[in-house]
């Protein structure tokens, strides 16, 4: 920001660490309390898995109000559409997950069940730099907002954002990201509401849409858009807006089906609440980048030629909407101090919800796709919990560091953003027709994704080049080679796969690898904690006809799924935007209102699924434990978790030495027939 910050340097650090232990403490709490009244014990399997009993709802908020603020009303959809289609389609991909490897707790494990070690280590390396990316993009976007806020120095910040987070993940493990994901989004979505009421009903320089709409329109004739209808705002005809939403489409489905944290939580979610987790979760966080961007965005454009804008009377430096400063300019404009205030605790929500995910995805890829697989394949429940705790210090501390290198050498968030699918975006189609074609093989799925990899640097440095005659931040950071490398590398497997298949055959595969992952054996854990295995959520022993009840809601969940998700895609896509877009039409007043009406209606109905929907759902089990909580209060009672651990029969073992429950044994029969009768 051009003036001293709003808040000082104590607010900073305050939030930045006491809002991060208090979570850590909370987090503590919640596993003493889930131990004690829900027989939940942080064994490897619950750490990685939750259990696999935990429902699951996708939000993620990302600083979308810089799109808004270069093309007007069309950035915020298309950002929210670009990114909510790839959570949408996933939820076919992870259905097929939980239907053909139910005991799988990560992708990777399913690729080397498949293919074997060699096509496993390519896809580590993918799986890695989609995790590091997202972080790095994490960090280095919330630490120029805490900065610009705060003035707190940048590198402390990506130190100190961390923190909280590292110690509620690792007391809680995917718990941990699931509780407080619904803490955070619930904070969220009640910040964005004030930030679009402060804006659109009371704020002094603005107050209605229509004041909005008019500041908008003297905007665009102070500075028109070019490449937009009109040079207007107001209209979803951008040059410039289409460009952002293939390279937004692209990188997002790296940032995906590339992500081990979203095959984490698909692996959690219940059979019978997987498909409604993502649909709903897909179509609630559709608003909240939309109806953000589109207030805070648009706000920005109208307000800073009033004196109470930041950088007032200069409009933003490139640089500063990169870095996503828009968001925390246009909220100290509108609110002052206490938009400030207001912005640091959605960027510390945002930040640390989704950081939380990316810790548990690189300590389960570390733990049993490389541990667990290449060095200590008997390694004990005990070991795998000690190893993935160690796992999400030192990769919280290297990529802290990491970050700070990237703030220093100018590497901004919007720079990695764009960046994402020109690195991982080739892996994608493979990774898909792992689950979704039996005919693809090890060749294709092996070399697929580092020739698509290739294809696309060669595509994004060439262009840049061309373009710009030179290779800097500034030119590879622009829209058309972000654009050709990101094409590049989703679309250039679409040519590798079928290639290298045909030629060297295709593989006939039948799905009996997958089935025969097995969990992991935590019985020493349970034994230590006192606690019957059997009780621990995802250890008991299920009978065939549970195991048929699960089959038969996941083969018609899938049928489901690619319907729905198909017609959502094609609606949010095409039916929508693209008449708005081909015709070039420019919003009236009354149309503008509306179309923020509708933003505001979305959101209230993405915090009754986010918000309250969860508890209602939830209610029996928190019933039960404010119950106990009472009794042990009272002395009228204890929880019954005491209990023997369950036997192991070594004898059963298989390959690796790992003992095999029941459990496993009939979910891997149960896929097994399955296949065969195919």
């Not at 955070?184 to 229509?210: C, D, E, K, Q, R």
């Not at 987790?277 to 897909?282: D, T």
């Not at 570390?366 to 697989?373: R, S």
């Not at 100018?410 to 690195?423: C, D, E, N, R, T």
């Given at each position: 920001?051009?003036?001293s910050?709003?808040?000082?340097?104590?607010?900073?650090?305050?939030?930045?660490?006491g809002l991060?232990?208090?979570?850590?403490?909370?987090?503590?709490?919640?596993?003493?309390?889930?131990?004690?009244?829900?027989?939940?014990?942080?064994t490897?399997?619950?750490?990685?898995?939750?259990?696999?009993?935990?429902?699951?709802?996708?939000?993620?908020?990302?600083q979308?109000?810089?799109?808004?603020?270069r093309?007007?009303?069309?950035?915020?959809?298309?950002?929210?559409?670009?990114?909510?289609?790839?959570?949408?389609l996933?939820?076919?991909?992870?259905?097929?997950?939980?239907?053909?490897a139910?005991?799988?707790?990560?992708?990777?494990?399913?690729?080397?069940?498949?293919?074997?070690?060699?096509?496993?280590?390519v896809?580590?390396?993918?799986?890695l730099?989609?995790n590091?990316?997202?972080?790095?993009?994490?960090?280095?976007?919330?630490?120029?907002?805490?900065?610009?806020?705060?003035?707190?120095?940048?590198?402390?910040a990506?130190f100190?954002?961390?923190?909280?987070?590292?110690?509620?993940?690792?007391?809680?493990?995917?718990?941990?990201?699931?509780?407080?994901?619904?803490?955070?989004?619930?904070?969220?979505?009640?910040?964005i509401?004030?930030f679009a009421?402060?804006?659109?009903?009371?704020?002094?320089?603005?107050?209605?849409?229509s004041?909005?709409?008019d500041?908008?329109?003297?905007?665009?004739?102070?500075?028109p858009?070019?490449?937009?209808?009109?040079?207007s705002?107001?209209?979803?005809?951008?040059?410039?807006?289409?460009?952002?939403?293939?390279?937004?489409?692209?990188?997002?489905?790296?940032?995906v089906?590339?992500d081990n944290?979203y095959?984490?939580?698909?692996?959690?979610?219940?059979?019978?609440h997987?498909?409604?987790?993502?649909?709903?979760?897909?179509?609630?966080w559709?608003?909240?980048?939309?109806?953000a961007?589109t207030?805070m965005?648009?706000?920005?454009?109208?307000l800073?030629?009033?004196?109470?804008?930041p950088?007032?009377?200069?409009?933003?430096?490139d640089?500063?909407v990169t870095?996503g400063?828009?968001?925390?300019?246009?909220?100290v404009?509108?609110?002052?101090k206490?938009?400030?205030a207001?912005?640091?605790?959605?960027?510390?929500?945002?930040?640390?919800?989704a950081?939380?995910?990316?810790?548990?995805?690189?300590?389960?890829?570390?733990?049993?796709?490389?541990?667990?697989?290449?060095?200590?394949?008997t390694?004990?429940?005990?070991?795998?919990v000690?190893?993935?705790?160690?796992c999400?210090?030192?990769?919280?501390?290297?990529?802290?560091a990491f970050?700070?290198?990237?703030?220093y050498?100018?590497?901004?968030?919007?720079?990695?953003?764009?960046m994402?699918?020109?690195?991982?975006?080739?892996?994608?189609?493979?990774a898909?027709?792992?689950?979704?074609?039996?005919?693809?093989?090890?060749?294709?799925?092996?070399?697929?994704?580092?020739?698509?990899?290739?294809?696309?640097l060669?595509?994004?440095?060439?262009?840049?080049?061309?373009?710009?005659?030179?290779?800097?931040?500034?030119?590879?950071?622009?829209n058309?080679?972000?654009?050709a490398g990101?094409v590049?590398a989703?679309?250039?497997?679409?040519?590798?796969?079928?290639?290298?298949?045909?030629?060297?055959?295709?593989?006939?595969y039948?799905?009996?690898?997958?089935?025969?992952i097995?969990?992991g054996?935590?019985?020493?854990v349970?034994?230590?904690?006192n606690v019957?295995l059997?009780?621990i959520?995802?250890?008991?022993?299920v009978d065939?006809?549970?195991?048929?009840?699960e089959?038969?809601?996941?083969?018609?969940s899938s049928?489901?799924?690619k319907?729905?998700?198909?017609?959502?895609?094609?609606?949010?896509?095409?039916?929508?935007?693209?008449?708005?877009?081909?015709?070039?039409?420019v919003?009236?007043k009354?149309?503008?209102?509306?179309w923020?009406?509708?933003?505001?209606?979305?959101?209230?109905?993405?915090?009754?699924?986010?918000?309250?929907?969860?508890?209602?759902?939830?209610?029996?089990?928190q019933a039960?434990?404010?119950?106990?909580?009472?009794?042990?209060?009272t002395?009228?009672?204890?929880?019954?978790?005491?209990?023997?651990?369950?036997?192991?029969?070594?004898?059963?073992?298989?390959?690796?030495?790992?003992p095999?429950?029941?459990?496993?044994?009939?979910?891997?029969?149960?896929?097994?027939?399955?296949?065969?009768d195919k």
């Amino acid at each position: 920001m051009a003036t001293s910050p709003p808040l000082s340097q104590a607010v900073g650090y305050g939030v930045v660490l006491g809002l991060g232990f208090l979570f850590a403490f909370g987090m503590i709490l919640t596993t003493y309390v889930l131990k004690r009244y829900r027989n939940e014990v942080q064994t490897s399997e619950m750490f990685s898995t939750a259990g696999r009993t935990v429902k699951t709802w996708a939000a993620t908020l990302l600083q979308s109000s810089g799109v808004a603020y270069r093309y007007g009303v069309s950035g915020p959809f298309w950002y929210a559409s670009g990114a909510t289609v790839q959570i949408l389609l996933f939820a076919t991909l992870a259905i097929e997950l939980k239907r053909k490897a139910p005991n799988a707790h990560t992708f990777l494990e399913v690729i080397r069940a498949r293919y074997g070690v060699y096509t496993h280590v390519v896809y580590i390396v993918f799986g890695l730099m989609t995790n590091i990316l997202v972080t790095a993009m994490l960090l280095t976007g919330g630490s120029a907002v805490v900065t610009s806020l705060t003035g707190m120095p940048t590198a402390a910040a990506c130190f100190l954002l961390p923190v909280g987070v590292v110690l509620y993940t690792v007391f809680g493990g995917i718990k941990a990201t699931f509780l407080t994901d619904y803490v955070h989004t619930v904070m969220i979505l009640i910040i964005i509401l004030i930030f679009a009421f402060t804006a659109y009903t009371t704020n002094v320089n603005l107050g209605s849409p229509s004041k909005v709409y008019d500041l908008l329109v003297e905007a665009a004739k102070a500075h028109p858009v070019e490449g937009n209808a009109e040079g207007s705002y107001l209209t979803m005809r951008s040059k410039e807006g289409i460009i952002f939403f293939v390279i937004n489409i692209v990188g997002n489905f790296g940032t995906v089906f590339m992500d081990n944290g979203y095959y984490n939580k698909a692996i959690a979610a219940s059979p019978v609440h997987a498909l409604p987790g993502y649909v709903m979760g897909g179509l609630s966080w559709f608003a909240i980048p939309w109806l953000a961007a589109t207030t805070m965005g648009l706000s920005a454009l109208a307000l800073e030629t009033n004196a109470v804008f930041p950088t007032y009377p200069n409009r933003m430096p490139d640089a500063d909407v990169t870095a996503g400063l828009v968001l925390p300019n246009a909220a100290v404009a509108l609110l002052g101090k206490g938009g400030a205030a207001a912005t640091l605790l959605l960027i510390f929500m945002a930040v640390t919800s989704a950081s939380s995910a990316e810790y548990i995805a690189v300590s389960s890829i570390f733990t049993y796709d490389v541990y667990k697989t290449y060095f200590e394949p008997t390694a004990s429940g005990r070991k795998l919990v000690y190893m993935a705790h160690t796992c999400v210090v030192v990769y919280a501390i290297l990529l802290a560091a990491f970050s700070t290198a990237l703030y220093y050498i100018g590497i901004s968030m919007g720079y990695l953003y764009l960046m994402m699918g020109v690195i991982i975006s080739s892996a994608v189609l493979p990774a898909a027709l792992t689950l979704l074609w039996s005919g693809q093989n090890m060749i294709a799925a092996t070399l697929s994704p580092i020739l698509g990899l290739m294809c696309s640097l060669i595509a994004w440095l060439v262009t840049a080049k061309r373009e710009y005659g030179d290779l800097s931040v500034a030119s590879t950071g622009s829209n058309n080679p972000m654009l050709a490398g990101n094409v590049v590398a989703l679309l250039s497997p679409l040519i590798f796969v079928p290639v290298l298949t045909y030629a060297f055959g295709t593989q006939k595969y039948d799905w009996v690898s997958m089935a025969m992952i097995r969990l992991g054996d935590d019985s020493d854990v349970a034994a230590m904690a006192n606690v019957d295995l059997e009780l621990i959520p995802g250890a008991a022993n299920v009978d065939d006809e549970e195991l048929l009840a699960e089959k038969t809601k996941l083969k018609r969940s899938s049928l489901i799924a690619k319907t729905m998700t198909g017609v959502l895609t094609l609606v949010l896509l095409v039916l929508w935007p693209m008449p708005l877009y081909g015709t070039g039409y420019v919003f009236s007043k009354k149309f503008f209102t509306g179309w923020v009406s509708v933003g505001i209606i979305w959101l209230f109905c993405s915090t009754f699924c986010v918000g309250l929907y969860p508890l209602w759902e939830g209610r029996h089990s928190q019933a039960d434990t404010v119950r106990g909580i009472i009794k042990d209060l009272t002395g009228k009672g204890k929880p019954p978790i005491q209990g023997r651990t369950t036997d192991i029969d070594e004898g059963s073992s298989q390959d690796e030495g790992m003992p095999v429950r029941e459990k496993d044994r009939k979910e891997a029969h149960a896929v097994v027939k399955d296949a065969r009768d195919k």
